[in-house]
Every structure is written in C-alpha cells, then in structure tokens.
T-cell receptor, first 111, second 114 residues
Framework: GQQVMQIPQYQHVQEGEDFTTYCNSSTTLSNIQWYKQRPGGHPVFLIQLVKSGEVKKQKRLTFQFGEAKKNSSLHITATQTTDVGTYFCAGPEYNFNKFYFGSGTKLNVKP | NAGVTQTPKFQVLKTGQSMTLQCAQDMNHEYMSWYRQDPGMGLRLIHYSVGAGITDQGEVPNGYNVSRSTTEDFPLRLLSAAPSQTSVYFC?????????????FGQGTRLTVV
C-alpha cells in the first residue's frame, strides 16, 4: 500500500530561525495536503497542492509540491512560538477513498 | 455549525470491555473516517465511509467495527478492548472523496485500556 514518510520527526529551533519538513511518498500523488496539530488539539487543514511543481505561500509558510508529485515540503521563515505543533502531510490513494497521513514533524520553538 | 463532534473526550476501559465512540457531523459531508494517533506513528486510518450504508477498512481495522446508517453519524465500536488500543482517536469528515477536499477533524477521544 501507499506510504507517506515525513522527516524529521522532531525539530527544535530558536525563535526566528527557519524550519523545513519534508514529505515523501512511495507512489505518485494526485494531490497533497498539509495539516497542523497544536499540542493537545486536533489536526487543522492548512493547504492543498495539486499541480506538479506547485508553490504556495501563506504569510511565513511556503509549501512546495515536487515535479514528480512524489514529494512535498513545508518551510517556515522566522519561526514564532505560535508555530509550535506537529505538521502532517497527507495524500490520497489513487481512488481517493483512502487518505494517508505522514508520521508528522513535531516543531518546538524556544523563545 | 458544530462541525465534527466526538464523544466522549476521555474514556478508561478494562481489557475485554466493549464501547462505542460517537462521531457526528452537521456539514452534510459524504465522507467520514476514523483515525488513531499514537506517538511517532502519525494518524493511521482505521475505517472510512463514502456515504450512508457504505463502509470499508483502512490500514488498521482489526478490533474495530463501524456502521453508517445516516449521513451525519459514524460510530466506531471496540468489540473487546485491549491495551494495544490505548490511543487518541479522531473522527474526520470531508465534502466528497477525501483526496481533494479538506478534512475536518473532531476534538478527539483519548482512550486508555487497562
């Protein structure tokens, strides 16, 4: 079955430093979604990427979808303490009915 | 709109007991799913449903049953609880095939099996 791998598992940064998490799939994805889960909370949708090579920005967050549609990244510029949480990528199986999440990257930001 | 509502928020079970985790959504979403979240394992799909009367297995279905008699409700049943089922359970819903529309998650149920 499809596997979605995410690295790193943990990242500790000083406030103001940049942060990047990477997502790799064993199969080509039709699209990829990113979610954020605050400590003790539930996953919340951030963005969806559909096109090969697509880049989207949300303020300090930049999302990329690889040319082969098998990998993706989330980059946060100048982290803030409000960025603390776990970031998940997620992608559908080819028929869309099964939706697989990566293992997540837990970000800790020290003030 | 309440979105996706899960009950209970916390539950402690003894090994061998059964229980039902409730999930309801008021967004008229066709697709609903259950995930479990364990440390370092991300979210693993247990069961999903593409509409009333239709359910199917995800990655880790053993020990769990589901049914979908209405569009709004998608309960998850633990048949005979085991300590390995200690986890945080999330219910999610989305408008259509979840691959291309965002998923809305409930607040989660933290289950401990002793």
């Amino acid at each position: 079955g499809q596997q979605v791998m995410q690295i790193p598992q943990y990242q500790h940064v000083q406030e103001g430093e940049d942060f990047t998490t990477y997502c790799n799939s064993s199969t080509t994805l039709s699209n990829i979604q990113w979610y954020k889960q605050r400590p003790g909370g539930h996953p919340v949708f951030l963005i969806q990427l559909v096109k090969s090579g697509e880049v989207k920005k949300q303020k300090r967050l930049t999302f990329q979808f690889g040319e082969a549609k098998k990998n993706s990244s989330l980059h946060i510029t100048a982290t803030q303490t409000t960025d603390v949480g776990t970031y998940f990528c997620a992608g559908p199986e080819y028929n869309f009915n099964k939706f697989y999440f990566g293992s997540g990257t837990k970000l800790n930001v020290k003030p | 709109n309440a979105g996706v509502t899960q009950t209970p928020k916390f539950q402690v079970l003894k090994t061998g007991q059964s229980m039902t985790l409730q999930c309801a959504q008021d967004m008229n979403h066709e697709y609903m799913s259950w995930y479990r979240q364990d440390p370092g394992m991300g979210l693993r799909l247990i069961h999903y449903s593409v509409g009333a009367g239709i359910t199917d297995q995800g990655e880790v279905p053993n020990g769990y049953n589901v049914s979908r008699s209405t569009t709004e409700d998608f309960p998850l049943r633990l048949l005979s609880a085991a300590p390995s089922q200690t986890s945080v359970y999330f219910c999610a819903s989305s408008y259509a095939g979840t691959g291309d529309t965002e998923a809305f998650f409930g607040q989660g149920t933290r289950l401990t099996v002793v």
